[in-house]
């Protein structure tokens, strides 16, 4: 139980261009999702927070124009980075809890590359 | 100061000894603790969680609790080569947030010998 997909697990593309990225909880509801970034030897940092049906919450330094967050169903996020520049290549991952229970449950991450 | 505090590591354990691995927090308000395993170029992922003062085991792993010293530890018996990796220590930020955001350390790297 509590399996995250997300899709795709590695994309390339060239600057200027967006990207979006699938996060789907299979077999629970996920009343809150949360997407983090993860650059190489450096910890997990934390982007924001979407709960279903609600806009997300941003942590203090994260661009919301740039990445876009719609988290539509108790199943389904998705995180647009949008006119990506290389600075963004990083690995993304989202991970999702259901209501009344703390334990975040991972996505297996999407690889940014931007070229 | 970081909320949660681990030492980052590496922590060589030869094989089939024990690899403790320690966590301290700031916010009293925490509730809930979790350790996540990290495997280099993959995501966490939950390996034991704790919410009660003490001990908790699941099969070679012990988690202990000790919300008086704002600590919290990580046991591994009988390491082998497939442990190496990056444990994660979190807690939930309960009195401050109301999303479910947890907060994670650093890391702590271990590197089972063979």
């Known amino acids: 139980g509590a399996v995250v997909s997300q899709h795709p697990s590695w994309v390339i593309c060239k600057s200027g261009t967006s990207v979006k990225i699938e996060c789907r909880s299979l077999d629970f509801q996920a009343t809150t999702m949360f997407w983090y970034r993860q650059f190489p030897k450096q910890s997990l940092m934390l982007m924001a927070t979407s709960n279903e049906g609600s806009k997300a919450t941003y942590e203090q330094g994260v661009e919301k124009d740039k990445f876009l967050i719609n988290h539509a169903s108790l199943t389904l996020s998705t995180l647009t980075v949008t006119s990506a520049h290389p600075e963004d290549s990083s690995f993304y991952i989202c991970?999702?809890?259901?209501?009344?229970?703390?334990?975040?449950?991972f996505g297996p991450g999407t690889r940014l590359t931007v070229t | 100061q970081k909320e949660v505090e681990q030492n980052s590591g590496p922590l060589s354990v030869p094989e089939g000894a024990i690899a403790s691995l320690n966590c301290t927090y700031s916010?009293?308000?925490?509730?809930?603790f979790f350790w996540y395993r990290q495997y280099s170029g993959k995501s966490p992922e939950l390996i034991m969680s704790i919410y009660s003062n003490g001990d908790k085991e699941d099969g070679r792993f012990t988690a202990q609790l000790n919300k008086a010293s704002q600590y919290v530890s990580l046991l591994i018996r009988d390491s082998q080569p497939s442990d190496s990796a990056t444990y994660l220590c979190?807690?939930?930020?309960?009195?401050?947030?109301?999303?479910?955001?947890?907060?994670f350390g650093a890391g702590t790297q271990v590197v089972v010998t063979p």
């Open positions: 979190a807690g939930d930020r309960t009195l401050t947030d109301s999303w479910g955001k947890l907060q």
């Open positions: 991970s999702a809890r259901t209501s009344g229970r703390y334990e975040q449950y």
């Open positions: 916010d009293r308000g925490s509730q809930s």
